[in-house]
């Protein structure tokens, strides 16, 4: 996920992707997201297990900004909100 012009980037991890990203728009969840105003879905991925899904989500944390950069850009070149495609 990312703000509105894409200067910060949040990799999480969630069991329901569509109710999660609807309480980050909402600003429902306290914290890193509503601080920084992260309501952008912009990149998803989806795993068969939550360990396989924390084990990428912790993969993606551990990569450069430039390779997160990269990524997003493979899968969503403009960089749209994703939210209502999921």
């Known amino acids: 996920m990312t703000n509105h012009n894409g200067r910060v980037l949040y ?3 969630t069991s329901n992707l569509k ?3 609807y309480q980050h ?3 429902l969840t306290r914290g890193f997201t509503q601080k920084y105003f992260v309501n952008k879905l912009v990149y998803y991925e989806v795993c068969q297990s939550i360990i396989t899904a924390i ?4 993969q993606i944390k551990n990569l450069s900004r430039i390779k997160k950069i990269v990524l997003i850009d493979g899968f969503n070149t403009g960089w749209q ?3 209502d495609t999921i």
């Open 11 to 13: 990799t999480g991890v």
């Open 19 to 21: 109710k999660r990203v």
């Open 25 to 27: 728009k909402m600003k």
């Open 55 to 58: 084990s990428r989500e912790k």
């Open 81 to 83: 909100d994703l939210y």
